[in-house]
C-alpha cells in the first residue's frame, strides 16, 4: 500500500484545514487508517483512526471536539477535518494503514505510512 497524503499548509489560529491521504495499490476498503503528527523534536504522536467500516473512530484527547476523520471508500480516500487550529497543532502529519480490526492508537500498530504533509498554525 502506497500512501500519498495531502492539504496542509499555513492557517492562523482558529482556522480550518483538510487533509486527505490516498491510499494505492490494495484493497483500501479493509484497511484501519490513522492519522499521526510529528512536531520539531518531538515523538510521533497518535491523532486519529478510523476502522475500515467507518463506522469506529478514536481520537488523542487533544483534539477530540476540533477534529473529524472520516472516509469514502469509493472514492479510497480518507480525511481529517481539523477546525479551530492551534499552534500546538503545528506538525508534519501522517497517514497510515494497517490492515484488520480494531482501532490502534501507536505507530509500531501500522504498517504502511505516507510521507507527510505539514500542517502550521500561527498565533
Known amino acids: 500500500v502506497q500512501l500519498q497524503a495531502s492539504g496542509g499548509g499555513l492557517v492562523q489560529a482558529g482556522g480550518s484545514l483538510r487533509l486527505s491521504c490516498a491510499p494505492s495499490g490494495r484493497t483500501f476498503s479493509r484497511y484501519v487508517m490513522g492519522w499521526f503528527r510529528q512536531a520539531p523534536g518531538k515523538e510521533r504522536e497518535f491523532v486519529a483512526a478510523?476502522?475500515?467500516?467507518?463506522?469506529?473512530?478514536n481520537y488523542a484527547e487533544s483534539v477530540k471536539d476540533r477534529f473529524t476523520i472520516s472516509r469514502d471508500n469509493a472514492k479510497s480516500t480518507v480525511y481529517l477535518q481539523m477546525n479551530s487550529l492551534k499552534p500546538e497543532d503545528t506538525a508534519v502529519y501522517y497517514c497510515?494503514?494497517?490492515?484488520?480490526?480494531?482501532?490502534?492508537?501507536?505507530?509500531?500498530?501500522?504498517?504502511?505510512w505516507g510521507q507527510g504533509t505539514q500542517v502550521t498554525v500561527s498565533s
Open positions: 478510523i476502522t475500515w467500516s467507518g463506522g469506529n473512530t
Open positions: 497510515a494503514a494497517v490492515y484488520g480490526r480494531g482501532i490502534p492508537t501507536s505507530t509500531h500498530d501500522y504498517d504502511y
